[in-house]
Nanobody, 123 residues
Framework: QVQLAESGGGLVQAGGSLRLSCAAS????????VGWFRQAPGKERDFAAA????????YYADSVKGRFTISRDNAKNTVYLQMNSLNPEDTAVYYC????????????????WGQGTQVTVSS
């Protein structure tokens, strides 16, 4: 069982940056792939980025590639999402999720979810 808690969301102007954190409970955190998803009002939850348990493999959606960077510190049971060059289309609730499977962009492959953190980008 893994419990996840996101933090770091907030209001930022277009072109700005934010770093989200996903803190996890559990002694086997390094066994889990962790993904970041986001859901804008009235839209489906979309994949943003994912990282393998060891941190050696990263995978990004085309919409965030080159602007977002996912990383993890297994000693701190935390995964980060550094978001740069933000634009209003990045406004959404951001969720982290964990899976005992290989890296994948499909939300259905993730077993544990946090409650989300709001990111709002003003123009």
């Amino acid at each position: 069982q893994v419990q996840l808690a996101e933090s770091g969301g907030g209001l930022v102007q277009a072109g700005g940056s934010l770093r989200l954190s996903c803190a996890a409970s559990g002694r086997t955190f390094s066994s889990y792939t962790v993904g970041w998803f986001r859901q804008a009002p009235g839209k489906e939850r979309d994949f943003a980025a994912a990282i393998s348990g060891s941190g050696g493999i990263e995978y990004y959606a085309d919409s965030v590639k080159g602007r977002f960077t996912i990383s993890r510190d297994n000693a701190k049971n935390t995964v980060y999402l550094q978001m740069n060059s933000l634009n209003p289309e990045d406004t959404a609730v951001y969720y982290c999720a964990a899976a005992m499977r290989g890296i994948a962009p499909m939300s259905g492959r993730y077993d544990y979810w946090g409650q989300g953190t709001q990111v709002t980008v003003s123009s």
